[in-house]
Every structure is written in C-alpha cells, then in structure tokens.
C-alpha cells in the first residue's frame, strides 16, 4: 500500500481555498474511486488521467486507487484537479519521489496526449501562494495571468512530462514572469475623449464630480443628447487603478473565464449590460456561482442605460450591492462571495416618448403615462443614486462644426485625480464610499450651512441616507476646489444636483 499527497485550490467566488488530493493505492481491481464531493468533471478525471499518464509513457499502477479530495465537504469544480490527481498517482505508485511535491501547488487539465491545457480561476491561487510562500505549478496558456502578481514562484508547464522532469531534477520549468507593458501605467489614448461632447456643461461638470468621488450617476433627458456618450467617456477620467485594485478587478475576471487585458491592465472596467439582462446575468449566480456584470464592474463603471426598460425585480438586486460593495450567492451546497465595489452610471428618458418638457411641445404622454414610467425606478434604488442631473437637448449652435470644444479628458483627469488623492490622504477611501460615522467626521458643515441642509431635506423629502449622500458629494466639490471645508457654495451646488423624482427632469 502506498499513499501520496498533494497540494491543489478548489475555486468558490474569488477565493481559492486549499485542497489536499490524497492518492491511496491498495490490492483489488485496477479501478479509481474519487470521493470528496466532486462534480461530473472532477468524476471523469479518472479517464483523462489514466490516458495521460499512459501517453506520457508512465506505467499506471494495476491497483485499486481511491482519491481523496479534502476537505470533504467542500464542493469541487472542474479539470483544475486532472494534473495533482495524475502527480499522486505517480509519487504513490513509486515513479515520482514523494519529497518532490513538498512546498508545490499544482493546477491545470490534462489533455488525453497528457499536454496541460488552461483552468480558469489561477489569479486567486496564485495570490494564496504568495502568502503561503509555495511554489505554484500551471499550465503554460495561463503563464501571462499568474505573471501579474509579483513576489510568487509560478512555474509553467505544458505537459505531465514536463512537470514530471521538473520534480525529478532533469529539467527546469519556466518562470511565469510579469509582462506588464509600461502603457499599461498609463491611460490608453484609445480611450473616448471628453472633448467631443458638445454643450451640457451641467452633465459634464456633474461627471467630474462623480468621476472624483466614486458616487453613483443618474442622468435624464430626451433621445439624442448625449448621455451615452457622456457615459462612455467616464472611464477616461478616472484614476488608474493601483496593483491591488488592479489585481482584484483581473480576479473577478479569472475566475470568469475571461481574458485579462494585460495591456489595459490598470484601467477601470467598464460594464454596460442590455436592459434585458436576467438577475443572475447581473448580480452572478449559476448552480456553480458565477459573477455577474455588477462584479466585472468591480474597482470600475456599470453603465445602464435606458434604466426603466430594465425589470424591476432585477434592479432591485442592485440595493444590497450598492452599498456593502459585495454580492453573496447562496446555492444549497455553498455560498460564494463575489466583490462589487462599482460606480453606477444611469441613464434614462423623462418619459415613454422621451421628450417631456421639451420647448416644441412635442410629448403627448399622459401624467398618468409618465407616473408609471417613473415609477418602474423605486425610491429605494433611487436614493442610493447621489447625483441626479438633466441632459436636455443642446442649442445647434453649439453641435457646428466651428463649436468651440469642451476641455478634453486629461484635463479634467487632472483635476480628479487631484480631488481623489486628497480624500485618499485625508480617510484612505473615495468619499462615495465614507461610512456614517466618517462622514460626521469629514464633511463637518457651519451652523448655517448645516440649517440650508435641514431646509432642504425637509422640502425635498429626502431620506437619512440622501443627507449623507448630499454631505459626501459637497466633499467632493470642496476637494475639486483644493478647500479644506465645505463652504456654502459646494453644499448649495450639491444640493442641486439631487432630484427627488425622475419626471422633474423636465
């Protein structure tokens, strides 16, 4: 009898916890039996390995195998575990040395020929071999994604071969190694500029603001006036995420299946679903937990446009998100645990037809009409939207050809980045972000400042939750000023970009 162990992570959100994959070899028939909650494609392993190893020219052991993957109650997913379970077979079998797989972790699917073909999910198990000082053993087609974490030993392999020689001592296997592009320090001139919205000064000032402070955008006007476009150019002005951000919004994408953009690696990301995106599409779920769109947009931008052509129920998802920064997916035999730290872009028409209250008359929408439009959005969401801004229909003086032009977006990025790094020192977060408590203690108002707040709560009807907004968003315009307090002026501009209703963007 015989019995090897070795080191592995399953997936579940964006964590990788650990997995121990014990080989045991016993008399009886040539079978393997794999226990410890595996899913259909962890079960037929059991072919792929036996093809593998035989490919790569070993001998498979003509005896019972039972395969442990521990912890037992955790659920495992996928051909992340082909390539630790063939190992074990080996090191059990007495055709790899037992001390070999000390201080290793391994991943990766095993083609029949034995070749390693790519796992999803390898950023955040290569970030727990960093903490854990081991070194982590991958598939080659996944080298460029465990590449961007730094202060790791990932190695990469593109056969059962190969990685057998490594662990024998007969050869070396490569180095994953970071092959960040030094653009990808800086903002991509690919990106939308600014420059080419004409007019709107108020849309454009109210993206600057909320480009500065992380808070969360509804805009509202006719067809044709440019609010996609406004959207589109949000991402042009932000900060460039740091390392860490940055690695966190690429795991959210790793564990998706998608591809990171090594060369756009600290830009914010961008997510615009359709309006007929599902719950699941846009919050994450799935039998095995997926994120959704609210996720990719982690550190980023989700865009909705067109919001009341979106089904109530799926935007009501939206609450919980937008204010603890995360989604939890409750399946029967897990949970997973998605981050979703985003900025919420909105745009919508003031009524069915779209133009209410504009000049030439031209909406015949009932109120009637217009009340159920606008009530498709809940006051709940609503109040979680800081800034509320009006996109009416620009002068055709100012789309001529000889129009002058509005400032660029490095301009503007300027003074963002500026504003943002002055929240930064001052509480180490965005100010879109500040707790309660952080907001007593950062956005202190004069005694009559604090009196033309409470008139205005009181006349607009606004919640607890949209004072503390209305205080955030002064903070912010303050800090595009460079002024350590919130004077009169950035509380009164605040003030007037919040909006009870949608229909009173009219």
Excluded at 6 to 25: I, M, T
Excluded at 194 to 221: C, F, K, T, W
Excluded at 239 to 245: A, H
Excluded at 281 to 300: D, F, Q, T, Y
């Amino acid at each position: 009898m015989a019995l090897a162990v070795v080191h592995s992570r399953a997936q579940v959100g964006v964590s990788a916890p650990r997995v121990d994959v014990e080989v045991h070899l016993s008399g009886g028939l040539p079978i393997i039996t794999i226990v410890g909650l595996p899913e259909a494609a962890v079960r037929e392993s059991r072919d792929r390995v036996r093809a593998a190893i035989v490919n790569a020219h070993f001998e498979f052991p003509q005896q019972r195998a039972t395969i442990n993957l521990a912890p037992a109650d955790l659920p495992k997913h996928g051909g992340r575990f082909d390539l630790p379970i063939a190992l074990g077979i080996l090191a059990a079998s007495g055709q790899l040395p037992l001390k070999s797989l000390l201080g290793h972790e391994f991943l990766g699917e095993l083609a029949l020929s034995g070749e390693l073909r790519a796992v999803i999910g390898i950023l955040p198990a290569v970030l727990k071999a960093r903490r854990l000082g081991r070194v982590l053993v991958v598939p080659a087609e996944n080298a460029g994604e465990a590449g961007l974490v730094g202060g790791v030993d990932v190695r990469t392999a593109r056969s059962l071969l190969e990685v057998c020689a490594h662990l024998r001592g007969v050869s070396v296997l490569p180095q994953a190694s970071a092959a960040i592009p030094a653009a990808a320090h800086e903002v991509p001139d690919n990106l939308p500029d600014l420059a080419d919205v004409r007019g709107q000064p108020q849309a454009r000032r109210a993206l600057e603001i909320a480009a500065a402070g992380a808070h969360n955008l509804l805009m509202i006007g006719p067809p044709g006036t440019g609010k996609t476009m406004l959207a589109s150019r949000l991402a042009g002005i932000l900060p460039l995420l740091d390392v860490d951000e940055a690695l966190e919004s690429a795991a959210v994408r790793s564990v998706a299946g998608m591809p990171v953009d090594v060369a756009q690696f600290r830009v914010r990301p961008t997510r615009a679903p359709h309006h007929s995106a599902s719950a699941a599409a846009l919050i994450g779920g799935g039998s095995i937990p997926r994120p959704g769109e609210v996720s990719l947009a982690h550190h980023g931008v989700l865009f909705l446009d067109e919001l009341p052509e979106f089904d109530r129920r799926v935007l009501e998802n939206l609450r919980e998100p937008l204010e603890s920064g995360r989604v939890l997916i409750s399946r029967a035999a897990q949970q997973a645990e998605f981050p979703a730290r985003f900025q919420l872009v909105a745009a919508m028409n003031p009524c069915p037809c779209g133009h209410l209250g504009d000049p030439s008359g031209r909406c015949r929408c009932t109120p009637d009409a217009v009340s159920r439009y606008a009530a498709r959005i809940s006051g709940p969401l609503l109040d979680r939207i800081d800034l509320h801004v009006s996109v009416p229909r620009p002068p055709q003086s100012s789309l001529r050809g000889g129009a002058p032009a509005g400032e660029s977006s490095a301009t503007v990025r300027v003074r963002v980045v500026a504003a943002r790094e002055r929240a930064l020192t001052r509480s180490g977060k965005a100010n879109g972000h500040l707790s309660p408590r952080e907001v007593e203690r950062d956005c202190a108002l004069r005694d009559a400042d604090a009196g033309l707040l409470e008139r205005a709560v009181e006349r607009l009807g606004l919640s607890a939750r949209a004072f503390h907004r209305i205080l955030r968003v002064a903070r912010t315009i303050a800090d595009l000023d460079a002024s350590p307090i919130i004077a009169t002026n950035h509380l009164a501009e605040a003030i007037a970009l919040r909006r009870r209703e949608p229909s009173a963007a009219g």
